[in-house]
């Protein structure tokens, strides 16, 4: 069966900018998350949504939002970009929530300059 | 406060050659510990997961081992190869919680 996919995989944006990265989940997947990877920091979680509903959220500015349509499919928007922003955006989808874990997608590379 | 840390940040090791990377936890009380492999530009992709009762599982030539009194689990890497390059990521699930902690990873470069 199809992983997690993700698009764009590359990204080049200006400061300022705003951006829109999609997640297609794991067919039957119902839960998908958001995360952050920057060499320094590791993951880091911005959100997590459930049948179209935010379950969770990380401690990420305002800028960074997310939704998650009727078909599980998600969205993730970044407005008003900043050089920091730069980073691999991964996607992870898991049936109900993450106790077995999860599976990633391989990412959106995004980098702004 | 919760936090999983990973040792060694990084590691070059001779194709062939065996290593063991590890990871402390603090994360209490314990649900699940999970070992990640994340090729460089790619997604992490799961290798294992153990929960509070386990000691060991295998999953070809990857063996993890877990110990939740002394709240360590280890990676062993057996007969390592080129393909074995990567970083590996311990991921903690406290119990009772659906919050991750995430460990920095190690960084691993296998040479031929």
């Known amino acids: 069966k199809a992983g997690v996919t993700q698009t764009p995989r590359y990204l080049i944006k200006t400061r300022g900018q705003q951006v829109t990265l999609s997640c297609s989940p794991i067919?039957?997947?119902?839960?998908v998350s958001w995360y952050q990877q920057t060499p320094g920091q590791g993951l880091q979680f911005l959100f997590e949504?459930?049948?179209?509903?935010?379950?969770n959220k990380g401690n990420f500015p305002g800028r960074f939002s997310g939704r998650q349509f009727s078909n599980s499919r998600s969205e993730m928007n970044v407005s008003t970009l900043e050089l920091g922003d730069s980073a691999l955006y991964l996607c992870?989808?898991?049936?109900?929530?993450?106790?077995?874990?999860?599976?990633f997608g391989s990412g959106t590379r995004l980098t702004v300059v | 406060k919760n936090q999983v840390e990973q040792s060694p940040q990084s590691l070059i090791i001779l194709e062939g050659k065996n290593c063991t990377l590890q990871?402390?936890?603090?994360?209490?009380?314990?649900?699940?510990l999970r070992w990640y492999k994340q090729d460089t530009g790619r997604g992490p992709v799961s290798l294992t997961i153990?929960?509070?009762?386990?000691n060991t599982k295998s999953n070809g030539r990857y063996t993890a081992t877990l110990d939740a009194d002394t709240k360590q689990s280890s990676l062993h890497i057996t007969a390592s190869q080129l393909s074995d390059s990567a970083s590996y990521i311990c991921?903690?699930?406290?119990?009772?919680?659906?919050?991750?902690?995430f460990g920095t990873g190690t960084r691993l470069q296998v040479f031929p």
């Open positions: 992870a989808s898991s049936l109900v929530d993450n106790f077995y874990g999860y599976t």
């Open positions: 067919s039957g997947h119902r839960s």
């Open positions: 949504y459930f049948s179209e509903t935010q379950r």
């Open positions: 990871c402390n936890y603090t994360v209490s009380p314990f649900s699940n």
């Open positions: 153990m929960t509070f009762s386990e």
């Open positions: 991921v903690v699930r406290g119990d009772n919680t659906d919050k991750l902690i």
